[in-house]
């Protein structure tokens, strides 16, 4: 699986942004999907995730109520809907693939869960 993300550019705190990652191959309806985000210095940290059918999504707390993850099988492509962004947002934002439907955040919060990364696309929010 190859995954091409895109969608990222400069906004204005309080702006929106919604980020596209496409997948290669036919099986995309198999994995999990999940964004993850680096800003500079920092460590990689989890963002959000959605199962294969798309009914259970999960959120780190710090996304919750304004991020929102969906995906569209027929198109092989996940989405990530941002909303009120603000400057500690700004990051390099990744997406993954996980060939698992297992429920629960948990397992979708950890990096290393995940079999395929893309090359990342980044946001920057300004003040």
């Known amino acids: 699986v190859q995954l091409q993300a895109c969608g990222g550019g400069l906004v204005q705190a309080g702006g929106s942004l919604r980020l596209s990652c496409a997948a290669s191959g036919r099986t995309f309806s198999s994995y999990g999907m999940g964004w993850f985000r680096q800003a500079p210095g920092k460590e990689r940290e989890f963002v959000a995730a959605i199962r294969r059918s798309g009914e259970s999504t999960y959120y780190a707390d710090s996304v919750k109520g304004r991020f929102t993850i969906s995906r569209d099988n027929a198109k092989n492509t996940v989405y990530l809907q941002m909303d009120s962004l603000k400057p500690e947002d700004t990051a390099r934002y990744y997406c993954?693939?996980?060939?698992?439907?297992?429920?629960?955040?948990?397992?979708?919060?950890?990096?290393?869960?995940?079999?395929?990364w893309g090359q990342g696309t980044l946001v920057t929010v300004s003040s």
């Open positions: 993954a693939a996980a060939f698992t439907d297992v429920a629960g955040s948990y397992y979708y919060t950890v990096g290393a869960k995940y079999d395929y």
